[in-house]
């Protein structure tokens, strides 16, 4: 058997050496007997696994001490709803910064809780581009301002941290945290669904200021409050352990590789390198996002003629390449190259697109 390039967008590849770690590890976890997944979550096993994943983190992101990080479940889509249940009042405003899908997800699951104020967007112009900060129309008095710091779907990245003032600045970062080093005390709340860049599905990382645990926010269980779980260490109640065990192995990956610097210089070559071969291919590749706030992590692009759409997905299945399929909502192809996509699977993408382009163009 042979591993193929996955070029999934989430859930995503994952280094192989975690996988093998993981397998290495499966019966039998560290002479415990048993596998983690089998260990009581508050047994001194998973306590070590959970406190270490929660400090290799703290190490890879720098995330300051007046932070505090949680591993949920729920995915990101549930954090866009305890966002503003726990850090708005009933009615209060909330500015939303809208740049693709996942903003609208975002917007859909707050609208219950707050006054909702889209202070910018660029879905008039086909979420192409990011609206300059000074024409964002931002509230005086909003609980918080929220991003999304990379459109996993439509490929578009900010590519520096807006300033909001005095307001919090509630981000998504699901599909590009730690792909590059970031100034956490920029930010209020930074979440995240592990699946992208992470690890496995089924924990999201969210990583908040302390000061806004004490806003009272809304009538709410008490599950859904931020403060609660950060008593707790993130085991109110039984938490994913698997996912969690899985992510801290990413994380002793991600800092064995050499950090966020690291991934960063790769990520830009990755991306760099794609993008080259779409402008360069005279029309026959097309990628139509402003090129300022082109994503790194994930590359959408259009073939000239979608008729090669299929003869693409298939010879490239057939070259060890899988998961080209862009997203249904806009069609076309999409390479996702989070940090766990080697290099040479991007340069085996660049050939492979070459390649087709000679033969079909
Ligand atoms: C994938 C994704 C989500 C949704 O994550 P779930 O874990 O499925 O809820 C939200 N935001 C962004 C930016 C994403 O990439």
């Not at 097309?286 to 994930?298: H, T």
Request: with cysteine.
């Amino acid at each position: 058997m042979t591993r193929a390039y996955n070029f999934s967008a989430g859930p995503a590849t994952l280094p192989e050496s975690v996988l093998q770690q993981a397998q290495a590890e499966m019966l039998d976890w560290h002479g415990a007997g048993a596998s983690i997944v089998e260990l009581s979550h508050r047994g001194p096993e998973f306590l070590q696994v959970a406190r270490e994943a929660e400090a290799d983190l703290r190490t890879l992101m720098s995330i300051p001490d007046d932070y505090a990080v949680l591993f949920l479940q729920g995915g990101a889509t549930a954090q866009q709803a305890l966002i503003p249940l726990n850090i708005a009042s009933p009615g209060q405003k909330a500015d939303y910064v809208l740049t693709g899908h996942w903003g609208k997800t975002a917007i859909k699951q707050a609208k219950p809780y707050v006054d909702l104020n889209i202070a910018a967007s660029s879905e008039a112009g086909g979420f192409r581009d990011i609206p300059a900060r000074g024409e964002w129309q931002l509230s005086d008095d909003a609980a918080y301002v929220h991003i999304t710091a990379n459109e996993t779907i439509h490929g578009v990245e900010f590519r520096d941290t807006p300033d909001v003032g005095d307001t919090p600045l509630v981000a998504d970062f699901s599909s590009s945290i730690v792909s590059e080093p970031l100034d956490v005390s920029k930010y209020g709340v930074i979440y995240a669904g592990a699946q992208k860049n992470l690890g496995p599905v089924g924990v999201s990382v969210v990583i908040i200021r302390r000061d806004l645990l004490e806003c009272a926010g809304q009538p709410r269980a008490d599950i859904f409050n931020y403060a609660s779980h950060v008593a707790k260490e993130s085991m109110l109640n039984t938490p994913p352990t698997w996912n969690w065990y899985l992510a801290g192995l990413v994380f002793k990956w991600m800092l064995a590789e050499g950090g966020v610097e690291e991934f960063a210089k790769r990520n830009a070559r990755k991306s760099a390198l794609l993008y080259d071969v779409i402008d360069s291919s005279g029309g026959f590749y097309r990628n139509e996002v402003a090129a300022a706030v082109r994503s790194r992590m994930n590359v959408p692009f259009f073939l000239k003629d979608e008729a090669l759409d299929k003869p693409f997905l298939a010879e490239a299945k057939e070259a060890g390449l899988i998961s080209l399929k862009g997203h249904r909502a806009i069609g076309g192809m999409r390479a996702s190259i989070y940090n766990a996509m080697p290099e040479a699977g991007v340069q085996a993408l660049a050939g492979f697109m070459r390649d087709f382009q000679q033969k079909h163009g």
